[in-house]
Every structure is written in structure tokens, then in C-alpha cells.
């Protein structure tokens, strides 16, 4: 599975738009891209994933480069609760084995 | 409840010992899987199941453990003779065959050995 690198640490002002970066330049035809956030003390929840198309659901957009090399997550208006470590994962497609987390980036959404 | 559970949420262990984590998937979900995460990490694979098959082990899956899922229901982790490494957060995870929503993640349970 490709490697993602996404930066460490973002702040983001409660209320705006958190634009959270993912490059994975070695993504592959069949890889996915998806999205989890881990809040403190749980367990990764899944946000999003797509192929090549944008995506939106009730959580989340996602936007990847038409050369699939990097996206960006978006998360529209961000609330105190959105403050988490995000992972950004390319996997091969349908959940056909195990996932790879990263180190994540630190998402501090501020008052 | 639908979501993935897992028991205990926590434990404390002396060194030496041995533990057993159980981990219930969400019921329609075939698919099963074992992380560990130590803190200011990212959750590490260790195993997974297909049904009651283990199809693939992590290189960090020694010989002191090891995992079940009898009738690809509900599956156990084992850990023999606990070592202060073991201690971290041991995460189940489950996933349908078209994975249209990802994988699910249990709370975890958090292993302390002392």
C-alpha cells in the first residue's frame, strides 16, 4: 500500500473551514484514499473515502487531484468536537485486508 | 447496540501474566481486525480474520500472541507471558466484504502491565 505524508499538527478557528492535506504521490490505480479521525481515548471512526471523484457525505468532503497524488479533507464548519488526529490511509480497493495508520496530522480547532 | 464492542475496556497485569481481550463485531460484518496503538502513535495491524479464517499476521504478532475467531462471530486476543511492552491500547475493528463504510472501531482495550 502507498505511503501518505500529511503535516503534523493544524489549527483551525471554531466555526470555519478545516482544509486537512494529504500527499500519497505513489498511489496506485486501485488504491483508495480514506479518511478516520481518532478522538482521545477512542477508537478511529471512519469519515470518508473516495477513488477519483470528489466526495461528500454528512460528515466530510473530500477533494483528490486529478492525478490522484495528494487530497484534501474537508470539514466545512468546525466545531469544538472536531478536534482530533486525522489519518489520511490509501489502501487497495474493498477493504480486501489491513488498513496502514500513519503518524496523522493534530487537528486543535480553537474558540 | 450495532457497534463494535470490545471487553474489558480495561487491565492492569503483573508482569509474567497472561491476557485475554474479547472483541464482538458488528454482527453482519465478516470481516475482522486487531490493531495495537502506544501513545503518540497511530494504530499498528496486527491480524485479521475472514470469517473464522486468519488470513494475515503482523511481523509484530510474536509467539506470545495469539488470536481466535471461532465461527467467524466474536474473536479473542490472547497475550501469554505479559511483558511492560505489551502495555498499550488493543483496538478491534470490523468490515463488511464491500466496505462501502469503512471499517468500525471498538473503544479498545487499554493494557497496562506492571
Known amino acids: 500500500d502507498a505511503k501518505t505524508t500529511q503535516p503534523p499538527s493544524m489549527d483551525c478557528a471554531e466555526g470555519r473551514a478545516a482544509n486537512l492535506p494529504c500527499n500519497h504521490s505513489?498511489?496506485?490505480?486501485?488504491?483508495?484514499v480514506y479518511w478516520y479521525r481518532q478522538i482521545h481515548s477512542q477508537g478511529p471512526q471512519y469519515i470518508i473515502h473516495?477513488?477519483?471523484n470528489n466526495e461528500t457525505n454528512e460528515m466530510a468532503s473530500l477533494i483528490i487531484t486529478e492525478d490522484r497524488k495528494s487530497s484534501t479533507l474537508i470539514l466545512p464548519h468546525a466545531t469544538l468536537r472536531d478536534t482530533a488526529v486525522y489519518y489520511c490511509?490509501?489502501?487497495?480497493?474493498?477493504?480486501?485486508?489491513?488498513?496502514?495508520f500513519g503518524q496523522g496530522t493534530t487537528l486543535q480547532v480553537k474558540p | 447496540d450495532t457497534g463494535v464492542s470490545q471487553d474489558p475496556r480495561h487491565k492492569i497485569t503483573k508482569r509474567g501474566q497472561n491476557v485475554t481481550f474479547r472483541c464482538d463485531p458488528i454482527?453482519?460484518?465478516?470481516?475482522l481486525y486487531w490493531y495495537r496503538q502506544t501513545l503518540g502513535q497511530g494504530p499498528e495491524f496486527l491480524t485479521y480474520?475472514?470469517?473464522?479464517?486468519?488470513?494475515?499476521k503482523s511481523r509484530l504478532l510474536s509467539d506470545r500472541f495469539s488470536a481466535e475467531r471461532p465461527k467467524g462471530s466474536f474473536s479473542t486476543l490472547e497475550i501469554q507471558r505479559t511483558e511492560q511492552g505489551d502495555s498499550a491500547m488493543y483496538l478491534c475493528?470490523?468490515?463488511?466484504?464491500?466496505?462501502?463504510?469503512?471499517?468500525?472501531f471498538g473503544s479498545g482495550t487499554r493494557l497496562t502491565v506492571v
Open positions: 505513489t498511489i496506485s490505480g486501485n488504491e483508495y
Open positions: 480474520f475472514q470469517n473464522e479464517a486468519q488470513l494475515e
Open positions: 473516495g477513488l477519483k
Open positions: 475493528a470490523s468490515s463488511s466484504r464491500t466496505g462501502d463504510y469503512g471499517y468500525t
Open positions: 454482527s453482519e460484518h465478516n470481516r
Open positions: 490511509i490509501v489502501s487497495r480497493s474493498g477493504n480486501t485486508g489491513k488498513l496502514i
